[in-house]
């Protein structure tokens, strides 16, 4: 399978725990795309990477949040002392520069 | 800020219908247009991705147009079948990449 894939599907993690999901994107593609989709919403862009450069952050992405792309492949988003409101799908996305993008599978979090 | 709105928020049709969906944006100064389609639970696929050049693209039973000028696309569905039930998102590209909620297809066999 040549596709985006991410790791884990799901997590179930308790209030104030810290999670990092991965991101292995498409072989070629050089940028790298990070959103956040909860119930009924489009998602929402969070942060990408071009090789592995972050060249934008939304105002999303607080504190908590931190991206990596340390060789330009694949990607780790972590979250530090998590919340409630962190509950949501969080999907990569992977494309050649202003080409199409294609999303992986989804992490869906749980905060209890 | 770019705002992207999807137009209806929910369409029910009956199996064969031809059908539009419609997407609209408050920034013209876009790089391109993706529509894709995201079935419950799952991620999205990519269905169509309009350059800023480009007024239209097809693909299959499936074609969209892009009206950059007015911000509108539009995704049009020829003789649509229960498989195409999904929500259909619009999203649009400057430095980032912006998404309107969607429209949730019911067709019904």
């Known amino acids: 399978d040549t596709g985006v894939s991410q790791n884990p599907r799901h997590k179930i993690t308790k209030r104030g725990q810290n999670v990092t999901f991965r991101c292995d994107p498409i072989?070629?593609?050089?940028?790298l795309y990070w959103y956040r989709q909860t119930l009924g919403q489009g998602p929402e862009f969070l942060t990408y990477f071009q090789n592995e450069a972050q060249l934008e952050k939304s105002r999303l992405l607080s504190d908590r949040f931190s991206a990596e792309r340390p060789k330009g492949s694949f990607s780790t988003l972590e979250i530090q002392r998590t919340e409630q409101g962190d509950s949501a799908m969080y999907l990569c996305a992977s494309s050649l520069v202003s080409m199409e993008q294609y999303f992986g599978p989804g992490t869906r979090l749980t905060v209890t | 800020k770019q705002e992207v709105t999807q137009i209806p928020a929910a369409l029910s049709v009956p199996e064969g219908e031809n059908l539009v969906l419609n997407c609209s944006f408050t920034d013209s100064a876009i790089y391109n247009l993706q529509w894709f389609r995201q079935d419950p639970g799952k991620g999205l696929t990519s269905l169509l991705l309009?350059?800023?050049?480009?007024r239209e693209q097809t693909s299959g039973r499936l074609n969209a147009s892009l009206d950059k000028s007015s911000g509108r696309s539009t995704l049009y569905i020829a003789a649509s079948q229960p498989g195409d039930s999904a929500t259909y998102l619009c999203a649009v590209t400057n430095n980032d990449m912006r998404f309107g909620a969607g429209t949730r297809l019911t067709v019904k066999p």
């Open positions: 072989s070629e593609h050089n940028r």
């Open positions: 309009i350059q800023s050049s480009q």
